[in-house]
């Protein structure tokens, strides 16, 4: 749970930059005076911030090198083997994004109600992403070079032996793949779960 909590926060990390330039902007050009209140938002922004993005980082990339690691050892991991690709999971960041973007383009932290309604919606919107297990919908994940796709995919377990199991129904899936190429429907790719999607390496087919 806390791992997923990180990553919802994480997901915020352009609206805390946003805020914190805004806050800047105005304060510079006379908008508005700095304040105490503001400068301890600011700080726990850049704390949060700084935080849950190298918690992320580290999350991403140690479930991306487990992945990689264990098969090469020869570790018990899955074979994934995709029928069809649902689509990149990745434009629906833009929802994501618009989501809690544009209400809050006009708040101020150095305003209490501001820091309150944004609160707010954190809540509303953490519970709703922690709820529905939508994890991967995350921008931070796109700028480490990480892209995620709906899948229709069959799960086949392979153990230590290197002995694969019979495949598995058939199950919609979030596959997510570091790298620039796609991933196409028809080819298996070697991976294992994490949290609420599935790590796969483009190299274990």
Request: net charge neutral; hydrophobic share 45%.
């Amino acid at each position: 749970m806390l791992a997923r909590i990180a990553m919802f926060a994480s997901s915020y990390i352009p609206l805390y930059v946003l805020l914190a330039v805004k806050y800047f902007t105005d304060a510079l050009w006379g908008d508005i005076e700095w304040n105490c209140f503001g400068n301890v938002v600011l700080a726990v922004l850049f704390t949060v911030s700084a935080g849950t993005g190298v918690l992320l980082w580290r999350i991403s990339s140690r479930a991306y090198t487990e992945t990689v690691d264990e098969m090469e050892v020869g570790r018990s991991h899955s074979r994934f083997f995709i029928e069809s690709i649902v689509g990149d999971a990745t434009p629906g960041l833009f929802s994501y994004l618009a989501l809690y973007l544009m209400p809050c383009l006009n708040m101020s932290v150095a305003r209490v109600s501001d820091v309150i309604v944004m609160l707010i919606v954190m809540l509303v919107v953490g519970f709703i992403y922690l709820k529905m297990r939508i994890t991967y919908l995350n921008p931070m994940l796109l700028l480490y070079g990480y892209r995620s796709y709906g899948c229709i995919a069959t799960e086949a377990l392979i153990d230590s032996r290197g002995n694969e199991g019979r495949p598995g129904e058939l199950h919609s899936e979030i596959l997510v793949c570091k790298g620039v190429d796609p991933l196409l429907a028809g080819h298996s790719y070697k991976g294992k779960r994490f949290h609420d999607f599935i790590m796969v390496d483009y190299y274990g087919s």
